[in-house]
């Protein structure tokens, strides 16, 4: 394990459950095992990325962290403290540190509101400022996502949507925290602009000293970002590395075939690149299969997949993975050349 | 490979309570038989309005095909799309031209079964029988890789996920051996495992019934490894356009730079700083006067304030509208 004074958040064995209910009556018929145990570290200052495809868990993951889904079991502890455990009020002086970004700037700002107000809200509902030093407050946190203090009085309406993503930065980042949950930040965003947002994640990570946890289905934007990444498979995290380990040498045929989905913008690479095309589709996170839940698409898979979950392990430091083919020296390649790197 | 589509300065608007949009301001190219045209573009660029006025898909009002030309070739004989009757383009659409919209389930009709649904394509276009119809359906299905074709004939689309509906609109596309596929974000609703699929899908498909492909898409990774040729467009403008190959390695407009520079590169271990294109796109309610680009670019000066560069050739099978030569790096004299 890592030096526990560095770790700013620890999962352990998170699960959300969703109840499936149905009949006259509403009766609880089954359980959606959005994320079903998992457990991993953010270390301060870090970038961890989340990814993985739809409906994997990883954005329930981020608001489960947050305590916006109750977890159904697990624990999270922030700065050492077990948020699971918190009543509703303690949770709430916690929340200053720990804030979010949402994926979608146009649902995630009220039209209604003032860019000022939408910015100064969370510092009027926590009783930190008023009147002037307030407004001033705004005025530097619009220059810090770089945007015109003058916008104040505009609303969401009158801008584009890499601007509306600028005023949720501004807004998560007014209560000054340390920790800020990305969920598919840029996701909606086009290309040009997608790269002005990361860059400004990026600048602000380092002059401010934040810790993201980065959720999104683009492996390569995913790998641009993050220190660390986390491979989620229907509520499972298959494998976790530093980003050119998980890169270099994949060792979950889930990630595997992953990277080697991923397009490239590189012509030649991508006539001459070895792919390994999973078959069908994801089951269903309501009736996950036995086993490792990926046995049923993985083309390596043996009989030992089908009955026993495999045990999510440290093989190598820092490099975690959940799969019995996987052992010290590696793991069975789907392919031999993941990601052929270009000159 | 002789040509197959020529679309000759189109210009499409759309006349809305806030104004005019000028979504396609004089936009040309042409379709080789048998080629991929990627067709590249962010939102507003004016690429999916440019497809569905050359399908008759534009809503009038508010929009309105103002001038331009698209010819489609059958031999040595052609025809303008944009002159064809309603009931003569309702014979292009699904005949000799097929089309896959990026949301298969708001394609596809909900309370009909996707069997039903290829046959009726079938029955109108190509005159066959029921039982006729239903065979070939059934073939159609296991072509484009759904399993148990016989047992999903009578599946309504709920019944399917978002990969496997897609197939289904691909099976509707080709199912009367269109010469052309106009595919529109085919896969940008998708996972990045079953966008793969679909890709390889499309690949296997032209290869088996040589049907050229317009590909729409905002994204330049996912063509770079099925497109012949490239297109850029921006503004409603044709930016550039050139061969896969050249397109990626020696990128002409300074708007394609900007834009392979902004994406990250999973195929580098190094983390460079991603170049972002400072500022939005233009606002296409204010019609322009000089290069839509202009207020983005680096490289701008006088003279791109004061026209709009048109698209000239610039090197073998390539054309760029811009007054800068990167290649010399300094305004080009012509």
Sequence with gaps: MTDPNNVLVRVENLKKYFPITGGLFGRVVGAIKAVDGITFEIKKGETLGLVGESGCGKSTTGRAILQLHRPTAGKVFFEGVDLTSLSREELRRMRPKMQMIFQDPYASLNPRHSVGKIVGEPLVIHNLMSGNALKERVAELLLLVGLNPAYMRRYPHEFSGGQRQRIGIARALSLNPSFIVCDEPI???????????VNLLQ???????????????DLSMVKHISHRIAVMYLGKIMELADRNDLFDDPLHPYTQSLISAVPTPVPKLERVRQRFILTGDPPSPANPPAGCVFHTRCPLAVEECRTLVPEYREIRPGHYVACHLADEAGSSKIITEVIPLSV | MPTILEVNNLVTRFYTLDGVVHA?????????????LAIVGESGSGKSVTMMSILGLIPSPPGKIESGEAYLYDGYERRD???????????IRGGQIGFVFQDPISSLNPVLTIGEQIAESLVRHLGLSREEARDRTIELLDLVGIPDPKARYRNYPHQFSGGMRQRVMIAIAIACGPKIVIADEPTTALDVTIQAQIVELFLRLQKELGMAIIWITHDLAVVSGLADRVLVMYGGRVAEVAPVDDLYEQPRHPYTVGLLGALPRLDSRESRRLVSIQGAPPDLLIPLKHCPFAWRCEYAFDRCWEEIPTLQP????????????LERGKPRHD
């Design chain 1, 187 to 197: 996701s909606a965003l086009d290309v040009s602009i997608q790269a002005q947002v």
């Design chain 1, 203 to 217: 600048d602000l990570q380092e002059q401010l000293g934040l810790t993201y946890l980065f959720i999104a289905h």
């Design chain 2, 24 to 36: 396609v301001n004089g936009v040309s190219f042409h379709l080789e038989e048998g080629e991929t």
């Design chain 2, 81 to 91: 799309l944009l002159k064809m009757s309603d009931a003569e383009l309702r014979e």
């Design chain 2, 314 to 325: 610039a090197g073998l099978n390539r054309k760029v509208a811009c007054f800068y030569d």
